[in-house]
């Protein structure tokens, strides 16, 4: 069983149809238990980075999801919930992430407008099960205002660009992070659902 996680924030319906068209049955829940007894969990988001964090503390879940994690239980982020993996984040002030991935989230700067929405090319640096059937340079749908600076870089798997070259994709072990909006972006986006939950399955 695939758990979107409900932590107050977030298009949990978006990503649900997403999986729903990708061939998948998901549970959105912000039930402990539920995430405990998840094959897969997806954490979403939407929003600020603080305040997404604050909601996940207040619930308990941030504890619940990091030991999940630490379990070996696949972990997708999608934007902002892909954010929150890192250890730190400067939006609006200095917050405190999950501390999965190694690294920071930081503004876009040099005069670029921001948030940075639309699609843009998504350039692989490594091939991996996650992006099977997706072909090098196709284009996913973005919309955010801050990006990811992982402390190794091994750990991006696919970047994009906007000013600067940032991370599209991330992963270590069983935990995966996706800058873009699957949800939003059509087949390819549809495409990266479906291997998600093949490799929840195996």
């Known amino acids: 069983m695939i758990v979107i996680i409900d932590y107050g924030s977030g298009n949990l319906r978006s990503v649900q149809n997403g999986f729903a068209r990708a ?14 007894a998840a094959g897969g969990l997806v954490l ?5 980075f603080g305040q997404c964090m604050d909601s996940l503390r207040r619930s308990g879940l941030d504890r ?4 999940q994690a630490e379990k070996g239980v696949p972990l997708l982020g999608i934007c902002v919930g892909m954010q929150l993996m890192f250890e730190h984040g400067t939006e ?3 917050h405190r992430g999950l501390g999965l991935l190694a690294g920071s989230v930081v503004r876009f700067d040099g005069g670029l407008k921001v948030p940075h929405v639309g699609w843009n090319r998504v350039e692989c640096l490594r091939r991996h099960p996650l992006f099977e059937g997706i072909a090098d340079g196709t284009y996913f749908y973005f919309v955010h205002s801050y990006y990811a600076c992982p402390r190794d870089r091994r750990a991006v798997l696919a970047v994009a660009s906007y000013g600067a070259v940032f991370p599209a994709v991330v992963h270590r072990d069983n935990i995966f992070g996706i800058q873009f909006h699957p949800e939003k972006s059509g087949r390819p986006g549809l495409q990266v659902l479906r291997n998600y939950g093949r490799l929840v399955e195996c």
Do not use: H, M, Q
Request: hydrophobic share 40%.
């Open 92 to 94: 609006l002030g200095e």
């Open 44 to 48: 979403p988001g939407v929003g600020a």
């Open 64 to 67: 619940v999801l990091v030991a």
């Open 23 to 36: 061939g998948y049955n998901t549970v959105i829940s912000g039930n402990p238990r539920d995430l405990e």
